[in-house]
């Protein structure tokens, strides 16, 4: 063992960190008093994919992040990243993951530079300088680099959040809405650095998002959550076949409304229907 890895808890498996999924999710429940949040929820991610989360409000997709990302504990279950169990070795881990969402503001009066610096440090980014610089090159921020964050429109706060996510060089990166209230040019623009960032790094990506075109663009794989629960988990372009749905849209729209009984459309038709 390494020096810098920590031992397994007891009970725990030495991590296989070459051969392991990115994430590896088994009988995951997260309880909230009597609200079951998440329930009995298991799948592996593979390394160099892009997974969609979908599900609507309050069906478990941020509080099955929070766990993989070891924020949250479960209620029970297991959660390994790279082959490491979370919450218990995240110290081998979390340097090589990231978060990004738009709900979550970096200190408004520190400039761009600055927030970047703070959280290169924390992940202990060499040569943070140059890295920054790199970053501020790729992702079009030179613009306003030395400028508060307070002071800077939307799309540019999505561009220097992605900086924030990708300043550590992440082989995870889980994002949460990443282009919510985007206008259609910034979303796309988004997209395509995180589809570039993954094919040249073979990062892994879990996406949670309510743009159904977005997640049909992006992702090799979707999983779809409802109630805590996973409703169904493929491709997009099967789980569309199998919906007999033109759009992933469509295919949530039916999931949310309850027209799918076991893992078949009911007859209620999707259009001018009374729902």
């Known amino acids: 063992m390494t020096r810098n890895q920590s031992a397994p808890p007891p009970g725990t498996a030495a991590p296989d960190p070459d051969h392991a999924a990115a994430i590896d999710v088994a ?27 979908l599900g609507g409000n309050g069906a478990g997709k941020t509080t099955t992040i929070a766990m993989i990302m070891g924020l949250v504990l479960p209620t029970s279950g297991r959660v390994r990243v790279l082959g490491y169990a979370m919450p218990e070795q995240s110290e081998d881990v979390l340097g090589r993951m990231n978060f990004e969402s738009p709900y979550v503001d970096m200190p408004m009066r520190l400039t761009v530079r600055q927030n970047l610096t703070v959280f290169g440090k924390l992940y202990a980014v060499p040569e943070l300088r140059e890295r920054i610089a790199q970053l501020a090159e790729d992702l079009d921020l030179n613009e306003f680099l030395d400028r508060p964050n307070g002071k800077l429109s939307a799309g540019q706060k999505t561009r220097v959040a992605l900086a924030k996510a990708l300043i550590n060089r992440p082989d995870l990166l889980l994002l949460d809405e990443p282009t919510a209230s985007l206008d259609p040019d910034t979303a796309d623009w988004v997209r395509q650095r995180l589809e570039t960032y993954r094919q040249q790094h073979g990062a892994t990506i879990l996406l949670a998002s309510h743009n159904m075109l977005e997640v049909e663009r992006l992702c090799d794989r979707v999983i779809i959550m409802k109630r805590g629960r996973i409703e169904d988990d493929d491709s997009p372009d099967n789980i569309m076949q199998r919906y007999n749905r033109a759009t992933l849209e469509e295919v949530f729209l039916d999931v949310a409304r309850g027209r799918v009984q076991d893992g078949a459309l009911q007859a209620t038709p999707l259009h001018g229907d009374a729902s």
């Open 27 to 53: 009988h995951l429940v997260k309880i909230y008093k009597t609200a079951r949040a998440v329930d009995d929820v298991s799948f592996q991610i593979a390394r160099g994919s892009i997974t969609g989360l």
